[in-house]
């Protein structure tokens, strides 16, 4: 196992820019929104999962499902468990607002080479990131997305599943500011949820338009799918777009309701 030091946010984990050459050419009809993020929301806002169903879920998710994993590489980095440090690094920089120094909490890393290894470091755990990269070849890719033109994207699907645990429930809608203004106050990704919100807000990466999913509003876990940038699934008026026999198969595995958001950086 290796380990290292993280620094991490909502955003941990970024996938480098897959093909970008093809994404700059591109005609962009859609928002201008970057890079796609899909998520399984838990709709028990106090749900946490057994260390044991999250080592299940990832080789459910290569066995069943047909992820191939991708590891080695320096946005692909395989199976990374991560946790707070308690640590802080420090900017260079203030706050432009209130001249304060500005933090950003360390997180430790740890790469594993199997599956079975991930509930030791979990367990007993409230706050964590276990993440996979690989891609979906094919017929066997769980979601169909289209690039900014609207034209399927043919080449294979890169991507970094992530299993979210925090300690308390924050918010899991998202709005982007490409969608236009927040009219709605809709929280942040991933703030505290100081009141309890029942529904999940989200934008229509296409149109911006607001789509609202019951039980998405606040939630301790949920699971990312993050494929490359200027890359979306076609949407209309819900968020289901992801194989619906991963879904099930996620919710058999962690025996909880999940229900299906976004969000993007």
Known sequence: ???STWEADSNAGKILSQHKSSFEDAHRNASSMEQYIHT???????FAPESGQVASFFGELV???????ISGQRFLPGLVVAKPSGRLRWATGTDPMTGAKISRPEWDR??????EDIPALIEGSNHYTVAQSGQWVGKDRPVTLLKTDGVPFEENYICIARCELRPEAVSTSAWDVEAGPNTRDVPTFGSV?????????????WTGDVIEVADAGCARFWIEFEFGRFIYPKVTDSLEVMSPEIVLGAERCFRTKLVQGCRFW
């Open 193 to 205: 949820c100081k009141n309890p919100i029942r529904n999940g807000t989200f934008p229509n990466p």
């Open 40 to 46: 399984l929301i838990s709709t028990d806002s106090e």
């Open 110 to 115: 740890v790469n594993l080479e199997r599956f």
């Open 1 to 3: 196992m290796l380990h």
């Open 63 to 69: 066995s069943q499902f047909k992820f191939s994993p």
